[in-house]
């Protein structure tokens, strides 16, 4: 796609010229929505970004937060590879893994955590199950290989996403106060060097791609666009980076993704004030031949862009070689204009603060999302509550995420499969585990972007609870359809809105984000989707798990909700319903009840309802007896809620400020009966795992 004629008009005014060839592609790549946010930056300011914790907040490529009362911190960023991963499934989501783990690095952070969410079409769809196959597998051998463990994430299905799958990956790093790296320039005269792969062809216009609608023939057209990745690489560039940062050699790193080379270097001179001179024919390369414009964009894999003084580019070279890794002298910090020469010749010459920032806002027109009217269905409960168990959005990921290693690392306390995870910080002083949640429902937004996205905080503010850890700070990974679409624009920027506010109304800092548009096909816009995800802390390993114990009484924290609106059970009988109304009020009464010392089992309400909630909490040799008013308070998905099993109901009341709704008792028999009315449903465990394996029986 050609920089628009309105663009290059600001571009030849500002340089007093024509650009050249390869100063009109880099405007066009970071001016693009994917680098600029040209449709969704005027949105942003809605988040409150700031805490006593928060130590870098957005514009860098992760945040930091410190974990309190120690001189330990965290990276936390997201990013998404959504285009790639319909043209390439594997390639796709594997760079996307390495491009948000590199962002780690170019903070000074060593990755300890990743969390994936993945959202594709209609799991009855051959190409939706082809999709998901090709994405799990790129995810698993790339994060696999570099030895960072996928702890926790979301896998959803909606038809909406047939034509454009979504794959959003986010990742923690840990270090210590004295290791932070920003990248910002920080000196005129200090070096820039290039570390890692050679540079070839592969990915070029990657973030001019990501900013248009995905063809019909995206598959084959669009595939030059898609990076390839090398774990094996990323991971000898993980250790060299340590190397670095133990002495003390970085001044300043930006890691190469959207736009290559001309985006990272571009960037960190403008976050600095400053400028650069770089020789592009000293960049390393793979491929022969390759001209400016090639070196420049190109979105090779593995690679990291670093400021260096001078007296220490032989030290780096060494390290660079230790590991196997090529090492360029590409340029030098200056005091003026951004500047690229080739072959005797100056290809780029402009303003760094222009390229890197200059884009104008677009100003869309919106048209407000449409409340949903109430039309429920006359569903019978045994046939409903089959279907809903039985639905790929709520059954068993083990499939997906039995393929991921989670534990490498010895830092993993709760696994996969449950509400958030949960690590273990040895390096602070006192039992400090690190909590994380990551996912949103598209059902949720698609009934109602505001109350969805309200509710996508919530949701994933309450696995933290369910731990009984506090939320540190969040960040967001915004996809939405073509904005150019007053519709689709009016519900993404509702589900902007409402995600602003919850996380305003929970205390959580929103640092960092990534925004993904023109998430639209043939088959249409997919769904505002505001991926989140929420750091936490708590203080000590011994949180309660998910599964019954068997001896206590099950009570539901927060209370019953009679609102159907995103629910699965609307998805599978049909119907409509409003979105239930926002609430926030039971995740401090969560967090207080997971700590309580009568507590056994807690696991929070979610996709599905109670229905999935219960049934995930059976065992073997635990089961529940409960007693519900009606279908709605069994299939309502309003979150802020939990199921706890506790040895002292009474206590637990005393202790929490939310309602607390007697529900029925555990049982030694491992059998999930439920009463509804008159009706009373029945499921030993096995029946219910088997209901809830449709994606090991599809896939394997």
């Not at 216009?205 to 995206?218: C, N």
Request: charge should be negative.
């Amino acid at each position: 796609m050609p920089l628009a004629d309105s663009d290059r008009r600001l571009v030849e005014a500002e340089l007093g010229r024509d650009p050249t060839p390869a100063e009109a592609a880099l405007f066009e790549n970071l001016w693009s929505e994917h680098c600029a946010y040209r449709s969704s930056r005027p949105l942003l300011s809605a988040f409150d970004s700031e805490s006593e914790d928060v130590v870098v907040g957005p514009g860098d490529d992760a945040a930091v937060v410190r974990v309190p009362g120690t001189d330990q911190l965290l990276t936390f960023g997201v990013e998404s590879h959504n285009h790639p991963s319909y043209v390439d499934p594997y390639d796709g989501a594997a760079t996307g893994v390495g491009g948000i783990v590199r962002d780690t690095l170019s903070m000074g952070a060593y990755p300890i955590a990743l969390a994936d969410s993945l959202y594709f079409g209609d799991f009855a769809r051959e190409h939706s199950r082809y999709l998901l196959d090709g994405v799990v597998e790129g995810i698993s051998d790339y994060g696999n290989a570099i030895g960072v463990p996928t702890v926790t994430g979301s896998t959803q299905f909606h038809e909406d996403y047939e034509g454009n799958p979504l794959v959003n990956v986010a990742c923690v790093g840990l270090l210590s106060e004295d290791r932070l790296v920003t990248a910002a320039v920080k000196e005129p005269g200090n070096t820039l060097l290039l570390v890692g792969n050679a540079t070839g062809r592969d990915g070029l216009g990657g973030a001019s791609f990501a900013s248009e609608d995905l063809a019909e023939d995206a598959e084959t057209e669009d595939r030059p666009a898609v990076q390839v990745g090398d774990p094996y690489t990323e991971k000898l560039l993980i250790e060299a980076n340590e190397t670095l940062l133990d002495r003390d050699l970085v001044v300043a790193a930006r890691d190469l993704g959207a736009a290559g080379l001309g985006g990272a270097s571009s960037e960190m001179v403008a976050q600095g004030g400053l400028g650069a001179r770089l020789d592009l024919e000293a960049v390393h390369q793979r491929e022969p031949n390759m001209n400016a414009l090639e070196i420049l964009l190109a979105e090779s894999q593995e690679r990291m862009c670093y400021e260096v003084r001078p007296e220490d580019v032989e030290a780096v070279r060494e390290v660079a070689e230790r590991f196997d890794l090529g090492c360029s002298v590409i340029g030098d910090v200056t005091e003026g204009n951004y500047v690229c020469e080739f072959d005797g010749e100056v290809v780029v010459d402009a303003p760094a603060e222009f390229l890197a920032d200059g884009a104008p806002m677009n100003d869309l027109e919106r048209e407000e999302p449409a409340p949903a009217e109430t039309d429920l269905p006359d569903a019978d409960l045994a046939e409903a509550f089959d279907a809903v168990l039985a639905s790929p959005n709520t059954a068993s990921k083990e499939w997906v995420y039995r393929q991921y290693d989670h534990e490498v690392g010895n830092r993993t306390l709760r696994r996969p499969g449950g509400d958030g995870a949960l690590l273990t910080l040895p390096e602070t002083d006192e039992e400090t585990a690190v909590a994380l949640s990551a996912g949103a429902n598209p059902n949720w937004t698609d009934a109602d972007p505001y109350r969805g996205a309200y509710a996508t905080a919530v949701e994933n503010a309450t696995n933290l609870a369910a731990a009984g850890a506090r939320p540190l700070a969040a960040v967001d990974c915004l996809n939405g359809g073509n904005p150019e679409k007053p519709d689709v624009y009016g519900g993404f920027a509702a589900a902007v809105d409402g995600l602003a506010d919850g996380c305003r109304d929970l205390s959580v800092p929103v640092v960092g984000g990534n925004v993904s548009l023109y998430n639209d096909s043939n088959a249409g816009p997919v769904p505002p989707t505001p991926t989140l995800a929420v750091l936490g802390v708590r203080d000590g390993y011994d949180a309660p798990g998910l599964e019954l114990a068997g001896d206590g009484n099950l009570v539901l924290v927060g209370g019953h909700a009679d609102a159907l609106g995103g629910s699965e059970y609307l998805a599978q009988c049909g119907g409509s319903d409003a979105f239930p109304e926002p609430d926030d009020s039971g995740v401090a009464a969560v967090r207080d009840a997971a700590r309580h010392d009568a507590t056994l089992a807690v696991h929070d309400v979610s996709d599905g309802g109670l229905a999935v909630t219960l049934a995930e909490m059976v065992t073997d040799d635990a089961g529940v007896d409960v007693e519900l008013p009606d279908a709605a308070a069994l299939f309502s998905e309003a979150p802020g809620r939990a199921v706890v099993e506790t040895t002292d109901a009474d206590a637990l009341r005393e202790t929490v400020d939310a309602p607390v709704v007697d529900l029925g008792t555990a049982t030694g028999d491992g059998v999930l009966s439920v009463t509804v009315g008159d009706e009373t449903v029945a499921y030993g465990v096995e029946a219910i795992r088997e209901a809830r394996d449709v994606l090991a029986r599809e896939l394997d």
